[in-house]
């Protein structure tokens, strides 16, 4: 193995560990030297690949929104029809919007951005990275079956990730609401 290759090797290593350490424990909780420690590595490291803890939440969170958003391509693109697509798009919303410990990451970092300049913009270019896969994943939908949306796909975009972060937030609080608003609010924007 490659020096380079081992570093990447490290480097997803703690960020495994730091994923589950940052949804188990929260951001503030979470300690750089016990991330160390579970992923069998030196603090040092953590420090060769991640400038401080902020960096490393960063990349926890952009590979969660990553993963998301692959989750819900992949359903898609596997449903030929389109009540098939939507059906496929309510179920992953009502096991992923609102997952308790991501949901609760998210917001606990986001209010960090409140004294630090550098983590909002680093925030919100991950929010702009999602806009553009859901717009994407809009366009696709009507592009595929033949639809119109009611909105630019950026503007339904931002109204989708919009409900999806309050509803998240809602759930996380109460598990026990529905996540069909979501779904519902996909149709209208195509006027279903």
Same mark, same amino acid.
């Not at 994407?136 to 939908?141: A, C, S």
């Given at each position: 193995?490659?020096?380079?290759?081992?570093?990447?090797?490290?480097?997803?290593?703690?960020?495994?560990?730091?994923?589950?350490?940052?949804?188990?424990?929260?951001?503030?909780?979470?300690?750089?030297?016990?991330?160390?420690?579970?992923?069998?590595?030196?603090?040092?490291?953590?420090?060769?690949?991640?400038?401080?803890?902020?960096?490393?939440?960063?990349?926890?969170?952009?590979?969660?929104?990553?993963?998301?958003?692959?989750?819900?391509?992949?359903?898609?693109?596997?449903?030929?029809?389109?009540?098939?697509?939507?059906?496929?798009?309510?179920?992953?919303?009502d096991r992923t919007i609102?997952?308790?410990?991501?949901?609760?990451?998210?917001?606990?970092?986001?209010?960090?951005?409140?004294?630090?300049? $550098?983590? =909002?913009?680093? !925030?919100?270019?991950?929010?702009?990275?999602?806009? /553009? *896969?859901? #717009?994407?994943?809009?366009? %696709?939908? $009507?592009? =595929?079956?033949? !639809?119109?949306?009611?909105?630019?796909?950026?503007? /339904? *975009?931002? #109204?989708?990730?919009?409900? %999806?972060?309050?509803?998240?937030?809602?759930?996380?609080?109460?598990?026990?609401?529905?996540? /069909? *608003?979501? #779904?519902?609010?996909?149709?209208?924007?195509?006027?279903?």
């Open positions: 193995m490659t020096r380079q290759q081992a570093q990447a090797q490290t480097r997803e290593h703690l960020l495994t560990t730091a994923a589950e350490h940052f949804l188990d424990r929260g951001y503030a909780a979470a300690s750089l030297d016990q991330i160390a420690d579970v992923a069998g590595y030196s603090k040092g490291a953590v420090y060769s690949n991640f400038a401080n803890k902020d960096e490393l939440c960063l990349a926890v969170l952009d590979r969660i929104r990553l993963e998301k958003m692959a989750e819900i391509v992949a359903l898609l693109a596997a449903e030929p029809t389109l009540e098939e697509s939507f059906a496929a798009f309510s179920g992953w919303a609102g997952d308790r410990r991501w949901t609760l990451l998210e917001i606990e970092f986001s209010v960090r951005s409140r004294h630090n300049e $550098a983590i =909002r913009r680093q !925030l919100a270019e991950g929010a702009q990275g999602v806009r /553009a *896969a859901i #717009a994407t994943i809009v366009t %696709g939908l $009507a592009d =595929r079956h033949g !639809l119109h949306c009611t909105l630019p796909a950026e503007e /339904a *975009a931002t #109204a989708l990730l919009s409900l %999806g972060i309050g509803l998240g937030l809602q759930r996380a609080i109460s598990p026990e609401l529905p996540a /069909a *608003a979501l #779904a519902d609010t996909l149709r209208a924007l195509f006027g279903l």
